[in-house]
């Protein structure tokens, strides 16, 4: 019988946990500033659902958990978290909402790749969609909100890439420019990448081959192949982030893994991370909801995995924000236990965090214990403060004790933590 984690999953441990909160609580606070609004939508969805919107990607090639159910359905455990809230949005008509949709979602993801660093099985997004504005306004305010997103949580030496993949109608323009640059090369290149040249040569710009990259650093400034309408949205988007001073840089070959982008497209990468850089990706998608029935209804997004921002965090040494205090209550004796069950009560209603071990009996058993939980505070109650009806109060920083009356615990905290008592 084999229990063994699966692979490419991993358990998160409750001291991980701490950094896991921190990008969730630090984004959903970001987010809400920008008023977007979380939704949640189902793990898998129908197979047909990616097939249609990310048919030419890695994904959905070689990379999908799909499954038929006991119903004989074809479902898949979503594999990304843009084209399931594109469904919700048609679903649901939040085409009707009197403002466009500004939303983010956060979740497992699974792709069947080959784990190493930073590349899991199931790995976890988090990642906004602003729907229903073609405004670059939109693609500006996405791109801020991420920004501000990573610079609070304190990362350093970050990079924002931006480029444009144009509409429908630059696209062939495009093409043919990446076509004319990489003619004379051709022959050096894989068969694979000689069929992409013939049928998706947009693609070859965001393959990881070494000859190809090498060729394509001298690509030149792909701007003048765009429409005169998709260069005044890129150029709004430029414009917007110089005049806010958030760094960018203008990447010609920059184009996404995922087929449904147009327009504006962007990463966000650390120099920090070696071969796995990136940490957040996104764009413009004017077709998608289109494509899968609804109206036509422009939008923009951006995701990013928080396990690779995680080890990121990390690797720049930066520190969680700290802990509430803890308080540790320590009978001295098996018959002083019920009234430091109140004490507890009385400290959780003013907020604190309180834990109280019922096994230990004896002072220096209490005191290593409660140095091992990092406690912030000991509250020690046995035979003396009873006689006395007293407690007595220990800071396991300063390592100062004193005695108090009981009837005094809740101001005494109250002064000492700024809390008051509900
Ligand atoms: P990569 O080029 O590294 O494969 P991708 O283009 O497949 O990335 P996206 O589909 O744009 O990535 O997903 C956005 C983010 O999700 C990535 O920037 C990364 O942080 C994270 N991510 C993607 N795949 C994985 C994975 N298998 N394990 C962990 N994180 C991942
Ligand atoms: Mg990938």
Redesign the pocket.
Known sequence: MDYSLPRGTQDILPDEVDYWNFVEKTAKKIFDLYNFNEIRTPIFESSQLFNRVISESD?VKKEMYTFTDIGNRDLALRP?GTAPVARAFITNNLNRSPQHSKLFYQGP?F?Y?RPQA????Q?H?IGVESIGSDHPFSDAEVITMSYRLFSSLGLKNIKIYINSVGSDTCRPVIEARIKQFLASNLSQLSENLQEKFKHNPLKMLDSKDETLQTYLSGLPDMREALSQQSKDHFNFVISYLDHLNIPFEYKPTLV???DYYTETVFEVVSEDLGA?N????GGRYNNLIKNLGGSHTPAVGF???I???IMLLKKQNISLPNQPILVYIAALGKEYQMECIHIAEDLRNLGLRVTIDYNKIDFNSHIKLSQKMEASYMIIFGEDEFDNKTLSIKDLHKRKQESIPASNLIPYFESLTGLTYV
Do not use: D, K, T, V
């Open positions: 994904i990304e993801m792709r790749e930073g590349r899991y099985r790995f997004q996404r893994g995922l796995q990136s940490i957040c990706g995701a990013f995995g396990e690779r921002l």
